[in-house]
């Protein structure tokens, strides 16, 4: 004879299970909260204004990507977009990876006048926040650099 299982039996063999994942659950969501990624929340003052924005743009009809450095303050000329950085942040190796960008971007085709199709932040970790829409061009923030400190490492500077 072959033992079946009720209803009420399964049930009560699962019980013990589902306190054990609760329990996981609760264990794994306190981790989670008292990590130090969550602790060093960037505060306004950690964020270092760079003297250069690197950006990438992409040519749709093309499929080629360009990887180009604007200056703050300087207009760059990618394909038909007139590409102004106002600003360009970055975070400190101590924290995440971030940089961010206020860019605006004019496009400008041959014998028209220009007209903005962006102005806002861009961040580096998403490009796809704040896109630029236009049918030909893409553009996004790759990073932001300092060209005196390129190159140089912590060990290199120490001695």
């Given amino acids: ?15 013990p299970w589902a306190a054990r994942i609760r329990a996981g659950a609760c264990l794994l969501a306190a981790a989670a909260i008292a990590s130090p990624v969550y602790a060093q929340a960037p505060s306004p003052e950690d964020w270092r204004q760079q003297p250069v924005a690197v950006m990438q743009g ?3 009809v093309t499929a080629r990507i360009s990887r180009f450095s604007v200056p703050i303050g300087e207009t760059y000329r990618f394909g038909t977009f007139n590409i102004r950085v106002e600003t360009c942040q970055d975070l400190p190796p101590t924290l995440p990876p971030e940089s961010a960008a206020f860019v605006r971007i004019e496009d400008q085709p ?48 120490s001695n």
């Fill in 1 to 15: 004879m072959v033992p079946t299982m009720t209803r009420s039996t399964a049930f009560r063999s699962f019980r």
């Fill in 58 to 60: 992409l040519d749709k």
């Fill in 110 to 157: 041959p014998d028209e006048p220009g007209r903005e199709v962006f102005s806002g932040w861009m961040f580096a970790s998403s490009p796809g926040l704040n896109a630029v829409e236009h049918p030909v061009y893409d553009v996004w923030v790759s990073s932001c650099s300092n060209p005196s400190t390129e190159g140089q490492s912590s060990s290199a500077t």
